[in-house]
């Protein structure tokens, strides 16, 4: 069953995420994962786009995406899983330096610290309607110009920080990953790839923490000195609820300050912080969010040991192409065509890198081994063509593609290898999308 069929009032667990290339990611980055419950909220009088609940924001689809799709487990709202709370003794959130560093990294920091007078640049970055436009006009007041990006129509602001005639800001178009999907979202990224900020500014709104918390992880990857800003705080508090700071700033590892850019509350906290972190160049604390794990198709576990093969194997080539390793490693992994063509890998490293995708599907156990792929191929009476394997099992229905490729398949009587599109096999009970070499 598909999304689009879901009544108003109906959850549903969402079972896999159709379509391909950017559509797919973007669908994913907006936390439309595997597993996760989302609830129909209202149909448009007709019938385009939906409004859907997803981890605890609301989200407008168009027909077509909402088509992608695939749910299961229906079950009326009433019966939905609330979210649990647990007791929470609140502390009072400290100032800068609230990390508790050791006296040795003190003194390593004072000696990567930038020398006095050397500009300073930010970058804000956050996902959409976060309220970066707001808080930008705090950070700089009456001290902004606006141009565009060069190369493209996307209009750029930057501004220099009040009380701190070094340190310019620029606001970016507003992004849900480092996957682009967009013009806009290309722009973002380019900018934090290529022009290497001195730090990031990542505004988040304090009420979808989940959904806007994926950006922050992929930021984090670049290595950049960052500090968060959890903004529209006097929402949350005004509805009854609260963040925990001091827990987000430990698990994260960056300094996270409370803000309401409306209201002007907290951002001189954020601009020292800011200063901080970019003054001595304090990276992100925690990269590895990954934990590894030997229990038996562990998904997590064989993510953590795939992106560690994939860092060592790949640092040369992400070195010499000017990317984060770990950054470049998971890219990869997620099939980013960007970071593909930038990372120029020889041909033995692609069999190579193939091979690390290849263990981590058959770990995970949610893809088809390639012995099993020609039996079904003999078994249809198929040609087989080389292929490897990009996404989950998903059910099993009648052959389910466009009719160009259709009729490519009747008349040739061949596995179609055009790019990820889904064939799904009748006579098999397994389901897979395949792509080309």
């Known amino acids: 069953m598909r999304m689009n069929e879901l009544q108003p009032g109906q959850c549903a667990y969402i079972q896999a995420v159709e379509g391909e290339g950017a559509l797919r990611h973007h669908l994913l980055d907006m936390g439309l994962t595997p597993g996760t419950e989302i609830t129909l909220q209202k149909i448009a009088p007709m019938g385009d786009p939906v409004q859907i609940k997803v981890r605890g924001y609301e989200l407008t689809l168009r027909l077509e ?35 508790g560093k ?37 950070l700089t007041g009456a001290n902004q110009h606006v141009g565009n990006f060069p190369g493209v129509t996307v209009d750029r602001k930057d501004g220099t920080i009040r009380n701190h005639p070094e340190a310019t800001v620029t606001d970016l178009p507003g992004i ?23 730090g990031i500014i990542n505004i988040v709104d304090a009420s979808n923490l989940e959904r806007n918390l994926c950006l922050t992880m992929q930021l984090m990857e670049l290595g950049i000195p960052m500090v968060l800003a959890l903004n529209m705080m006097d929402e949350v508090r005004a509805n009854g609820g609260s963040a ?22 907290g951002i001189d906290e954020l601009i020292s912080h800011a200063m901080h972190v970019a003054e001595f160049q304090e990276p992100p604390g925690r990269i590895d969010f990954c934990p590894d794990s030997k229990q ?11 992106i560690h093969a994939a860092v060592h194997m790949l640092e040369p080539e992400a070195k010499a192409a000017g990317l984060p390793v770990r950054f470049a490693a998971t ?38 081994p390639q012995d099993q ?29 466009t009719n160009r490729v259709r009729e490519r398949m009747k008349n040739q009587k061949q596995i179609c290898v055009r790019k990820n599109i889904k064939i799904t096999y009748p006579s098999v009970h397994k389901s897979k999308t395949i792509k080309k070499c």
């Open 331 to 368: 890219k990869m992994i997620e099939n980013d065509y960007l970071i593909e063509k930038e990372m120029r890998l020889s041909d033995e490293k692609k069999q190579a890198f193939q091979q690390i995708i290849a263990v981590m599907e058959k770990e995970t156990g949610k893809y088809l």
């Open 244 to 265: 925990r700071v001091n827990e987000l700033e430990e698990i994260l590892g960056i300094p996270v300050v409370p803000i309401s850019a409306a209201k002007n509350e």
């Open 102 to 138: 050791a006296k040795k990294e003190r003194e390593e920091d004072e000696a990567r610290r930038l020398p006095k007078g050397t500009p300073i640049r930010f970058a804000l970055a956050g996902n959409q309607n976060c309220g970066k436009t707001t808080l930008f006009n705090q």
């Open 373 to 401: 792929v020609k039996e079904m191929v003999t078994e249809l009476g198929l040609t087989y063509v080389p292929v490897f394997y990009d996404g989950p099992f998903v059910s099993w229905k009648a052959i389910s593609t």
């Open 296 to 306: 038996e198709e562990d998904p997590i576990g064989a993510v953590h040991r795939c």
């Open 176 to 198: 849900y990953s480092l996957s682009p999907y967009s013009n806009e979202e290309i722009v973002t990224r380019d900018f934090l790839l290529d022009s290497k900020p001195t």
């Open 65 to 99: 995406e909402a088509q992608k799709i695939e749910i299961d487990g229906i079950h009326p709202e009433e019966t939905c899983n609330p979210e649990k709370e647990r007791a929470y003794q609140a502390v009072p959130h400290p100032g800068v330096g609230e990390l």
